[in-house]
């Protein structure tokens, strides 16, 4: 079975330095990777995604993360964050074929000026 | 993109009552919809796949009798929640699948009094 692992429930950090939100997953079988972000109220915004090619993907709002397939992790990363980061962090698992997400129990990113 | 909308984005009902929740993709068809719910502040929690023109699958521990869900067309999918009761309350959210990729909609939030 499918499961993702976000050992970060929180995450502060000043505005403009660099972050990263780890994301761990166990699956038997390839898989797709997301992150996605939440806002207070509002639905989900896809990040990035990882299908397949380069193990580096960028994504919108700077971010960027890594699929490494032998620590089985997709960390995300930003070099420089901004106070309008400040968001819930989700990265979630999905078997192709399904297209069904599991989604990993979140990390708050927290950026104090 | 592709735009995911619901309605309404928040709804109070006398508990044992009933509340229809619907997600809409609005510029693109999809044949598979999905349910999640989330808990303030934890993760989403996914409830049911929803396909056009076939009955719903469920998630473990979800009962079907009471997240009654329809799926009647490729632009449209229901959530009934039935006889609904305070710990019914929760933020509902559903998504639209395309291309193998889920875009969400912003979210319902349900408080049963």
């Known amino acids: 079975a499918q499961s993702v692992t976000q050992l970060d429930s929180q995450v502060p950090v000043f505005e403009e330095a660099p972050v990263e939100l780890r994301c761990n997953y166990s699956?038997?079988?390839?898989?797709?990777l997301f992150w996605y972000v939440q806002y207070p109220n509002q639905g989900l915004q896809l990040l990035l995604k990882?299908?397949?090619?380069?193990?580096l993907v960028k994504g919108i709002n700077g971010f960027e993360a890594e699929f490494n397939k032998s620590q089985t992790s997709f960390h995300l990363r930003k070099p420089s964050v901004h106070i309008s980061d400040t968001a819930e962090y989700f990265c979630a698992v999905s078997e192709g074929s399904s297209y069904k997400l599991i989604f990993g129990s979140g990390t708050r990113l927290l950026v104090r000026p | 993109g592709a735009v995911v909308s619901q309605h309404p984005s928040w709804v109070i009902c006398k508990s044992g009552t009933s509340v229809k929740i619907e997600c809409r993709s609005l510029d693109f068809q999809a044949t598979t919809m999905f349910w999640y719910r989330q808990f303030p502040k934890q993760s989403l929690m996914l409830m049911a796949t929803?396909?056009?023109?076939?009955?719903?699958?469920?998630e473990q521990g979800v009962e079907k009798d009471k997240f009654l869900i329809n799926h009647a067309s490729l632009t449209l999918s229901t959530l009934t929640v039935t006889s609904a009761h305070p710990e019914d309350s929760s933020f509902y959210i559903c998504?639209?699948?395309?291309?193998?990729?889920?875009?969400f909609g912003p979210g319902t939030r349900l408080t049963v009094l």
């Open positions: 998504s639209a699948s395309l291309r193998g990729e889920q875009f």
């Open positions: 929803s396909n056009e023109g076939s009955k719903a699958t469920y």
């Open positions: 990882y299908l397949s090619g380069s193990t």
């Open positions: 699956s038997s079988v390839s898989v797709y």
